[in-house]
């Protein structure tokens, strides 16, 4: 197993949803410098209607210049806010429906070779209709889909979304739907 040491961590840039350091590290008698993304966390939630069908938002993506279909997902107010409260927050902004039933699914780390985002997953039934609250720069459309269809994005390449992809072929495994 080899042996590794952190000798030094250097703030280099702060943003307004994560910050990026410069670390300095040695493994096994090798010195390197590896970038760090520092992010407090994010929460999605997989709401699921009465028939069985997944809600799914589409929205842009900046980093990637164009729209994507996804779960309700979002940041943390805060690094100490707890998982589930910021899934059921996001699942009204984001849809409009709310649900007094989160179930804890699963907890995922996006990237884990250079950032410590780690974002918690819950499943939403029960729905209940209320409004959506979004930011002044948001554009969502809400999309019921069939969970068979979402799979077939997933293995035809066209749904790539880490969090996303993840969620929904979990809860379709645990459900047992194919």
Not at 147 to 172: E, P, R, S, W
Request: aromatic share 6%.
């Amino acid at each position: 197993m080899e042996q590794s040491n952190r000798l030094n961590r250097e703030l280099a840039y702060t943003g307004t949803i994560l910050k990026v350091y410069r670390d300095t590290v040695v493994t096994n008698g090798v010195q390197k410098i590896y970038d760090f993304i520092h992010h407090d966390g994010a929460a999605a939630v997989l709401p699921v209607l009465e028939d069985g069908r997944i809600l799914m938002v589409r929205q842009h993506r900046n980093a990637l210049d164009r729209f994507t279909l996804e779960i309700p997902a979002g940041k943390l107010d805060a690094p100490d806010e707890p998982m589930i409260e910021c899934a059921a927050r996001e699942l009204e902004e984001e849809t409009g429906y709310r649900s007094d039933s989160l179930e804890y699914l699963m907890t995922i780390n996006t990237t884990v070779a250079f950032c410590n985002e780690r974002i918690g997953v819950y499943t939403a039934k029960n729905l209940i209709p209320s409004k959506q609250h979004l930011d002044d720069d948001e554009c969502i459309d809400v999309e019921p889909w069939e969970v068979g269809d979402l799979l077939a994005l997933i293995y035809d390449g066209k749904l790539c979304d880490a969090k996303t992809v993840a969620a929904i072929t979990a809860y379709a495994q645990r459900e047992g739907i194919r």
